[in-house]
């Protein structure tokens, strides 16, 4: 792990971490780029996940550590090779995504940097996790393959319900596009062509 803080007396304000993390759902080994603000008991801010496609090994031992032999998060997120895999935008606390705002966001994309999954809604423990009914989900199974749209429907441990009330198959890209209107997101979004 990297860590780049900014403290006052102690307490967090700011830092940019870097970690190692395997993806709950697909079992994706990703590095974990986090940039966060810490209040209030949460830490706001965005994290990506870059894919794994190799290790990166210290040179040196902590016996034998030179200042030269420290980097910044910076440095290394400057040396990552993996596609961006994830985007989370919202809070977090215990080391995990809990957000009840309902304005926090997940991007899920393919190896080409297509989505796989747009959630916008509340998370509980790392999951998207809303029962507000203002929580909706544009996703498909496979690159080129249509978006289905989840709307108005619970969300429950990170799964939507599969009562078919609450989608829209086979959207269109005039729907999607009406669909994030209104939002802002700070990641790209490749819908395909």
Same mark, same amino acid.
């Given at each position: 792990?990297?860590?780049?803080?900014?403290?006052?007396?102690?307490?967090?304000?700011?830092?940019?971490?870097?970690?190692?993390?395997?993806?709950?759902?697909?079992?994706? +080994?990703?590095?974990?780029? %986090?940039?966060?603000?810490?209040?209030? $008991? !949460?830490? *706001? #801010?965005? /994290?990506?996940?870059?894919?794994?496609?190799?290790?990166?090994?210290?040179?040196?031992?902590?016996?034998?550590?030179?200042?030269?032999?420290?980097?910044?998060? +910076?440095?290394?997120?400057? %040396?990552?090779?993996?596609?961006?895999? $994830? !985007?989370? *935008? #919202?809070? /977090?606390?215990?080391?995990?995504?809990?957000?009840?705002?309902?304005?926090?966001?997940?991007?899920?994309?393919?190896?080409?940097?297509?989505?796989?999954?747009?959630?916008?809604?509340?998370?509980?423990?790392?999951?998207?996790?809303?029962?507000?009914?203002?929580?909706?989900?544009?996703?498909?199974?496979?690159?080129?393959?249509?978006?289905?749209?989840?709307?108005?429907?619970?969300?429950?441990?990170?799964?939507?319900?599969?009562?078919?009330?609450?989608?829209?198959?086979?959207?269109?890209?005039?729907?999607?596009?009406?669909?994030?209107?209104?939002?802002?997101?700070?990641?790209?979004?490749?819908?395909?062509?």
């Amino acid at each position: 792990m990297i860590t780049d803080a900014l403290y006052d007396d102690g307490d967090l304000l700011t830092c940019k971490q870097i970690f190692l993390y395997t993806t709950t759902s697909d079992k994706i +080994d990703v590095w974990g780029i %986090s940039k966060r603000i810490a209040k209030n $008991g !949460f830490n *706001s #801010g965005e /994290t990506r996940y870059f894919v794994r496609e190799e290790n990166y090994t210290k040179e040196f031992t902590l016996e034998t550590a030179q200042p030269e032999d420290i980097f910044s998060a +910076d440095a290394f997120e400057d %040396s990552l090779t993996g596609y961006l895999e $994830g !985007f989370y *935008s #919202g809070n /977090t606390s215990n080391g995990q995504f809990n957000d009840d705002t309902s304005t926090a966001y997940m991007v899920k994309y393919f190896s080409d940097g297509t989505i796989k999954t747009l959630y916008v809604g509340n998370f509980r423990n790392g999951q998207f996790n809303d029962t507000t009914g203002n929580a909706w989900m544009v996703g498909t199974t496979a690159p080129g393959e249509p978006y289905s749209y989840y709307h108005d429907g619970p969300f429950i441990n990170g799964e939507p319900s599969r009562d078919s009330e609450f989608w829209d198959d086979q959207i269109s890209r005039e729907r999607i596009e009406e669909i994030i209107q209104g939002y802002s997101f700070k990641c790209e979004l490749n819908w395909g062509d």
